[in-house]
């Protein structure tokens, strides 16, 4: 069974960082796609940022030139590297991982999400 955990939420200061890490497990043949989405209260989830397995990026607007997203395909490990944190980076952030299992079709997999709150 596919398992995605992520690590690395908490509570920092306006403009400060964090680092979250999210780890695929179980039967996976390959994985492609890796990206970060979030959620905040009342609001609709939405993509933060995406890597391909060949290292193409995409990033939302309001992260540009603040968050960084890179990926360990030996470990299939996605990370996002958060600079410069605003409060309205304030969600609960969503590791999704494109991947195909060795005994299955390949489809969409999530996280259980880690909350990120920005707050003096």
């Known amino acids: 069974q596919v398992q995605l955990v992520e690590s690395g939420g908490g509570v920092v200061q306006p403009g400060g960082s964090l680092r979250l890490s999210c780890t695929a497990s179980g039967g996976i043949f390959i994985v492609y796609t890796m990206g970060w989405y979030r959620q905040a209260p009342g609001e609709q989830r939405e993509l933060v940022a995406t890597?391909?397995?060949?290292?193409?990026?995409t990033y939302a607007e309001s992260v540009k030139g603040r968050f960084t997203i890179s990926r360990d395909n030996a470990k299939n490990t996605v990370y996002l590297q958060m600079n410069s944190l605003k409060p309205e980076d304030t969600a609960i952030y969503y590791c999704?991982?494109?991947?195909?299992?060795?005994?299955?079709?390949?489809?969409?997999?999530w996280g259980q999400g880690t909350q990120v709150t920005v707050s003096s």
């Open positions: 999704n991982a494109d991947l195909k299992r060795v005994l299955g079709p390949r489809q969409d997999y």
């Open positions: 890597i391909t397995r060949g290292g193409a990026t």
